[in-house]
């Protein structure tokens, strides 16, 4: 597991950033600036407060207090096996946000929507209906716009062929999936278990870039997210989708924020490529990358279709903008394909985002989710940092 230097962006003493740490007291909001490192809590109280300001990058140093942070100890305090409570360890990176996601952004993605579709969950059947869809609909989606008077053309054909299907339409269709994945504060940070429910027999991570969002609709930053799922209970039906995405610790986020700067903008996520690793106890090794860049709908048009004058979020959103690919390496026998076993170490990572790395445990065996708004502004007003307080 990644919790080390390693786990940083490459550059990130030449950027800003955003983290929650856990403090002896209770979280603490801090922001990185070049290197730099500030408690920003006394300031707003929470991220979601900093991150809604006018200029949060500028109110790093301007409303900020200096502090000496040793980074690199509070990453290895985040192992959820190790770590020492009286320390410093790294959170998801917000708080009252709501978590968003974003599904069938991708063709690569969108296809296996598809096949789990027709499986209706069963993935013995995957391999045979995997060749059946690509060889009708193959991979020349990638070049279609959504929305857009060829795509409709392609919807009348598949329509046609009795092939359409409700994930072809929000792939290729003129409006994009958003849904919940996460209640505010349920995310988990990096080291952290990630949860699985122990009645699925397949599954797998989503390995995604993250968009940070105010409540106008201002893009300030970006972080790596693992949108876990359960393939087996989606593919029963998509109006499962929420028992199949909003599962205890089955959201990850970190492992901080990158916030947009003049050496770091909404292009380099378009640019950029994740990198998806799954270390078994059982030896199995899976190593994969993908493109952000091979989305089909731009991230800036799925942060207006979260944030708009129909549907408002006054404490700021984050939206998962979809998996460039869902891991589909036999793991047993030959077509059974990819699911996880308690254990995993998934590890997902790109150059400038750093590294995020949680171990799999089933959704029973991970912590429960306890410390909710409520808690956090329990704890804050002990703390004397609510406004009036």
Known sequence: MRLDKSALPEDWQLGHFALRLMGSDGPMVVGLALGAAYDLTPA?????????SPNPLGAITARGKPIQLDLEAALANSHHATRDPSKPYLLAPIDLQAVKACGVTYVRSMLERVIEERCRGDASRAEAERAAVRDIIGDDLANLVPGSEKAMQVKAALVEKGWWSQYLEVGIGPDAEIFTKAQPLSSVGTGALIGVHPTSHWNNPEPEAVL??????????????????LRDVEGRSALLLGRAKDNNAASALGPMIRLFDGGFTLDDIRKGEIRLTIQGKDGFLLDETGRIGAISRDPADLARQLVNPHHQYPDGAVLYLGTPFSPTKDRGAPGQGFTHHPGDVVTISSPRLGALSNEVAPTDACPPWQFGTGALMANLARRGLLPGG
């Open 212 to 229: 940070a969002i105010a409540a106008d609709g201002r893009v300030t930053g970006a972080m790596l997210g693992n949108d876990v799922n």
């Open 44 to 52: 707003f109280a929470t991220s979601s407060a900093w991150l809604n």
